[in-house]
């Protein structure tokens, strides 16, 4: 049989999203060839691979092209119907203006409460629930990081085995703590988000803080609560030589590892898990499959009672005016429009825009601009109120949904949002992405059948079927949140997890570097 024979048997798969869209994303594998005529009655005039846009009408020059309901470009020329859309092809729209977003003007109702679900967590003393029972050491200067690796082995290897219920430890390295300008404005933020990563629930409240002693943020000002108890300075003159400054950091690691093996797993409501939404190596399938997935889900866990985070500021900027309707009030949704002109003061600063945001990857997977990324980004945080904002590296305050102001980048935004509290992140992907933190599970959703099967034992959930029609978005919906019970319980493991596929932590820094 020919390849053209072949080809001419290929049910045409697309998806529009909105009835007022004037393009579809093609879900084939391997794209479709020109000729190919489409449900509608659209010819297609060229070769559209899988998950790039097709024209369904004539678009002339400067005309719109209509996705998700909303203007993504403005066609540079004449387009005609059938033509493959890519990135070449269209104008980046004006974003919209800050001081004309509408406020709480459409806040959702609460959705009906959904009880009964638990989960085996670790309860702490203040109350916090963790979904881990991890050792943390915390270096206040990122001098220490190679004796932090260092402890951390030998931590693995003496003491974890007389401690079976403590899952592990973990170095929480960053790239901070000297030659800083630490009064800065904005060194509030990298200073705030690695206070606050000590006090994530899944460290139990146990961190050790390690110090050269020289550098300007002080380790008192990262210890929890300021304990110097907590604390071991390299640079103290009590020690001769490297192995007796890791005798005193073993001895300290052992007396924690005693009070962690204490805790066990007990069965705790839903409403105890702090959950991250994150979205990155996204393809146009991200906003059709996955993000409407974990939107569900999102919206499943809000109703539980537990806490639900969406972030990525240039993912949601161009979204924005869908999002501040659904502020729970007037001050949150200032707060929103705060984050939002920050950012893009920050981008000014540097000289650049909301357009350098996406990847060659993001548009080898028919992302044609940010536009078009940010309206399928926005998709993981559901249809709930949005019930507060947070700065970079602020603390969770409340239950229910929140927006948690971080950069997009995958890791940084992944860092940012456990210093903000999360116990457990879902993460979707179009193209793929080995991306794990030690600190927290992460679990991987594909937003297509054909990275989910290339990638079988990195993928968790496969989102790929909505495309095609074998399930719907709340059936993985409700996939996700059973598997995010399961994880948190320690029933069932991700694929990063179960590989040791931990990225660095990346605490976002806009402050001088002197």
């Known amino acids: 049989m020919s390849d053209t024979q072949t080809q001419e048997k290929v049910v045409p798969l697309t998806v529009m999203v909105h009835p007022s869209d004037n393009v579809a994303i093609v879900a084939n594998s391997g794209g479709l060839p020109e000729g190919t005529e489409l449900e509608d009655g659209t010819t297609l005039v060229e070769f559209v691979p899988q998950s790039h846009k097709v024209a369904l009408e004539d678009i002339p020059a400067g005309g719109i092209i209509r996705r998700y309901g909303e203007v993504i470009g403005y066609a540079i020329d004449d387009i005609a119907r059938g033509a493959w859309i890519n990135e070449n092809k269209l104008d980046l729209p004006v974003p919209p203006a800050l001081d004309e977003l509408p406020i709480a003007t459409r806040v959702p109702e609460d959705?009906?409460?959904?009880?009964?679900?638990?989960?085996e967590g670790y309860r702490n003393a203040d109350g916090s629930v963790g979904t881990r029972n991890l050792l943390g050491i915390l270096p206040s200067v990122q001098c220490v990081a190679g004796t932090l690796e260092y402890l951390v082995r030998q931590v693995r290897e003496k003491l974890l085995p007389k401690y079976p219920n403590v899952d592990g430890v973990v170095a929480l390295n960053h790239v901070y703590g000297c030659g800083v300008a630490i009064n800065a404005p904005a060194a509030v933020i990298p200073i705030r988000a690695i206070q606050n990563l000590a006090l994530n629930p899944n460290l139990g409240g146990e961190v050790l803080v390690v110090s050269l002693g020289c550098e300007k943020l002080?380790?008192?000002?990262?210890?929890?609560?300021?304990?110097?108890?907590?604390?071991?300075?390299?640079?103290?003159?009590?020690?001769?030589?490297?192995?007796?400054?890791?005798?005193?950091?073993?001895?300290?690691?052992?007396?924690?590892?005693?009070?962690?093996?204490?805790?066990?797993?007990e069965t705790v409501p839903a409403s105890e898990l702090i959950v991250g939404m994150q979205c990155g190596g996204s393809d146009a399938f991200s906003g059709v499959t996955a993000n409407p997935a974990i939107g569900y889900c999102s919206d499943l866990l809000v109703r539980a009672g537990a806490s639900v985070m969406f972030s990525e500021v240039t993912e949601v900027r161009d979204g924005v005016h869908l999002l501040t309707p659904r502020c729970v009030d007037e001050e949150v949704g200032k707060a929103m429009i705060r984050e939002m002109a920050w950012y893009d003061n920050y981008l000014a600063n540097g000289q650049t825009d909301r357009s350098a945001n996406p990847t060659p990857g993001n548009k080898k997977g028919g992302l044609a601009n940010i536009v078009e990324k940010a309206l399928g980004s926005i998709a993981k945080s559901g249809s709930s109120a949005i019930v507060d904002v947070l700065g970079p590296g602020e603390f969770v305050r409340k239950k229910g949904l929140t927006f948690a102001a971080t950069p997009a980048s995958d890791f940084v935004c992944g860092t940012m949002q456990a210093t903000s509290g999360i116990t457990l992140q879902v993460f979707s992907t179009g193209r793929g992405t080995p991306y794990g933190l030690a600190l927290l599970p992460v679990i991987?959703?594909?937003?297509?059948?054909?990275?989910?099967?290339?990638?079988?034992?990195?993928?968790?959930?496969?989102?790929?079927?909505?495309?095609?029609?074998?399930?719907?978005?709340?059936?993985?919906?409700?996939?996700?949140?059973?598997?995010?019970?399961?994880?948190?319980?320690?029933?069932?493991?991700?694929?990063?997890?179960?590989?040791?596929?931990?990225?660095?932590?990346?605490?976002?820094?806009?402050?001088?570097?002197?």
């Not at 993928?459 to 079927?465: E, H, N, R, S």
């Open 111 to 119: 959705l009906p409460p959904l009880e009964g679900y638990t989960f």
């Open 218 to 265: 002080r380790p008192e000002l990262i210890a929890p609560g300021g304990d110097e108890d907590t604390i071991i300075a390299m640079q103290d003159e009590q020690f001769n030589g490297f192995q007796e400054m890791i005798d005193a950091m073993m001895e300290a690691a052992e007396q924690r590892l005693q009070v962690l093996n204490g805790r066990t797993r």
């Open 444 to 514: 991987k959703m594909a937003t297509r059948h054909d990275l989910a099967r290339r990638w079988g034992d990195l993928i968790d959930i496969d989102a790929g079927g909505i495309a095609t029609g074998e399930k719907t978005i709340e059936d993985v919906g409700w996939e996700l949140f059973r598997f995010i019970l399961d994880v948190a319980s320690g029933i069932k493991e991700p694929w990063s997890d179960k590989l040791g596929l931990h990225n660095d932590l990346a605490i976002f820094n806009p402050a001088p570097i002197t």
